[in-house]
């Protein structure tokens, strides 16, 4: 699949400076090539507006849409319990309904994803860990859970320790919300997840709308998200078989710690997995297998740094992955073939965003256009 048209998310930052130990080539610099910096000006997407149309928006509507996120996410009375039917259409003014035009959800969300101030310069990192902690509560055997009613809204959920920060991306969202009032918050999020992860370079996921917006009642209990402190690797099956997934599937899912980085006010730890935060690959990885790794002498919780930068970290359970006769064949696998890691996370990601979903038969598959395309 080639990226070369894909919006640019790559920092210049010293992060980039720090040498690429793998144990095999990586595409490091496909993604340096293909990318300018967020610093330039950016190039119109098609549809969506501009982000600085949606800010004046969102501002114009001052305490108005203040008021109205938050009577929506606390107010579990009036939540609406919904039907296994999403709610896809708004009034036109004429008395008829208008369909949302989710690829223009798409490139909204696009318009919010550089910002010079966060973090390595995108909110993509932090959408995608939205999207993911808003789907991986799913429990199979519960058969309750996941995406489907957008319930970490609640605050009985927004406040679980590994929710942390997760609000930032949230009120973010919101300036979507505001512009596209008749989406589910549980397709919003899931979708600003898949936009994050094109946009930043990774592969295109399949996605369809129908989540709905449950009440509080439906929120789910903490503990069902996996634990980045634990250094077994029977933590990890736990947590992802309870959703249905299979060893090759955590691998790959685990993939997306390319992405970010750990902030000491929200989850303890500390740093970046990888010297390209903005950019989806396979540098997880490689890194993980190419550098050595030594526990970091701190005051925060156990974690590992790469010995030879100190810049990088690794979590308790990302090295629990070498640990695995099982875990680490797959590992091996995405570090040295790039493609298939690509192939095998997009379906995955897709699984895990619909856990829980109820669709209407023959609900349309999205696949939608990057913003450069």
Not at 197 to 222: L, N
Not at 277 to 286: E, G, K, L, Q
């Amino acid at each position: 699949m080639n990226f070369t048209s894909t919006r640019i998310l790559l920092r210049a930052s010293p992060l980039r400076a720090v040498t690429h130990r793998a144990i095999v080539p990586t595409t490091a610099s496909r993604f340096s090539a293909v990318r300018t910096y967020a610093s330039q000006p950016q190039q119109q997407s098609r549809g969506g507006g501009g982000g600085s149309t949606l800010l004046m928006a969102a501002i114009g509507a001052g305490a108005g849409a203040a008021g109205y996120h938050y009577y929506n996410q606390y107010n579990s009375k009036t939540a609406g319990a919904g039907s296994s039917v999403a709610v896809t259409s708004s009034k036109d003014g004429k008395g008829g309904v208008t369909a949302i035009d989710y690829q223009k959800v798409y490139n909204a969300i696009a318009d919010l994803l550089e910002d010079d101030n966060y973090d390595d310069g995108s909110y993509g990192p932090v959408f995608v860990r939205l999207a993911w902690h808003a789907s991986g509560t799913w429990d199979q055997a519960a058969k309750n859970g996941g995406s489907s009613k957008g319930t970490m809204r609640f605050k009985s959920e927004s406040s679980h320790s590994a929710n942390a920060g997760l609000g930032i991306a949230r009120e973010r969202l919101n300036r979507v919300k505001d512009k596209f009032p008749d989406i589910s918050y549980g397709d919003l999020w899931t979708l600003a997840g898949v936009c994050a992860i094109q946009e930043m370079g990774g592969p295109t996921i399949k996605w369809r709308s129908g989540r709905i917006d449950g009440q509080e009642e439906d929120a789910v209990p903490d503990g069902r998200l996996p634990d980045g402190a634990r250094p077994d690797p029977k933590h990890s099956r736990d947590v992802f078989y309870k959703m249905g997934f299979n060893d090759q599937e955590i691998v790959a899912l685990l993939g997306a710690h390319a992405l970010g980085r750990c902030h000491k006010d929200r989850s303890g730890f500390d740093g970046p997995w990888t010297a390209s935060p903005t950019v989806v690959s396979n540098a997880f990885y490689t890194e993980l297998l190419g550098r050595k790794w030594v526990e970091r002498k701190w005051d925060g919780p156990k974690q590992f740094q790469d010995k030879e930068s100190q810049s990088l970290m690794m979590l308790p359970a990302d090295m629990a992955l070498l640990k695995d006769k099982e875990f680490k064949k797959w590992v091996e696998v995405y570090a040295k073939d790039e493609q298939k890691f690509f192939e095998d996370f997009a379906k995955a990601t897709s699984k895990l965003f619909e856990l829980g979903c109820v669709f209407e038969e023959g609900s349309r598959v999205h696949e939608f256009k990057r913003t450069n395309e």
